[in-house]
């Protein structure tokens, strides 16, 4: 008797819904999940919580926001603060002015504004490239404090021209502990770390990383590369506003038009370039080295007792060398970044004979 199974053909064995690298990616994103919204709360002091990973995380956001731009597009900015400026200026003037709007709809607001002054700026890439592009987008960098400086309005009139973080809350709970911050931070950042992976993976990443190597054929195959050229820097500006707000707001406590200086736009380049460019995770390589070598640098000149480095400008232009000499050797000896480090080390790791 022949029944429905005996008529179905014989596909062999059941192949595995998820690959063996998928269930790995999944295993380490949950873990991460585990690391940062359970143990480090639990575990962090308010001084580790407040003054070392919020900054941390935060530039590495920063990070994750020039990288799509620099690393997957193959594209230059040299005002990145001027977008979190940008940022964190629109969501004070928001909940100044728009009286109940909620935390989520702030960041959004101000990402999307954010997002429509870097198309602004983005404009000369359609026509330069490389330095002069850097230089377009470096009129940014000294337009926005001048805005900023010069009309209180965006201050509420402020004779300081300082902002204040408004109280920072959602659904009720209170987010100005030093845990509350962090947790604000950290939610903020993974979303965005899953947005951010959702677009380099998509077409849209795909044709980024085409045009990066090589425009022209790019352009020959059909890949519209002005517009993709507008989007990237719409998407990184608009990464940059939300990260301009959480450093503004859930770090500092306050911000004025000179937080954002040429400063810390170098320094998010430098957290490109020593994290790896075309990576996201790197990222936050850069930002830890960048936020923990000053403090190990007071530490040391501490210990050491040198009088010489006992004045503050000598440690920093201590710090300024060790950043422009580690630059210079991870250029030369390895233009990925850490993050290329880590990855060869954990392949050489798999590849070792198992006794």
Partial sequence: MTTLQDTLPDTGPAAPILSNAALLRLAVVAAGLVVAFGIVPAVATDYWLSSIIIPTVVMGLAGISLNLLQGYAGLVSLGSAAFMSVGVFSAYNLILRVPGLPLPAVLLLS?????????????????????YLGASTLGAQFFFPWLFTNYPWFSNDSQSLTISAPRLEFLGYDLQSPVGRYLFVATVTALLIGLAFLVVRSRLGREWMAIRDQETAASVLGIRVARRKLQAYAISSFFLGITG?????????????????????FQVLFIVLIGGTATIFGNFLGAAFIVLTPILLDHLVLAANIAYLSDQGAITNLQRVIFGAIIIFILIKEPDGLSAWIRRGAEALRARPKT
Avoid: E
């Fill in 245 to 265: 707000v959480l450093w503004g707001f859930a770090y500092l406590g306050t911000a004025d038009a000179h937080t954002y200086n040429l400063d810390k736009s």
């Fill in 111 to 131: 990402g999307l504004i954010a997002a429509a002054v870097g198309v602004f700026f983005g404009l000369p890439a359609l026509r330069f490239r490389g330095f």
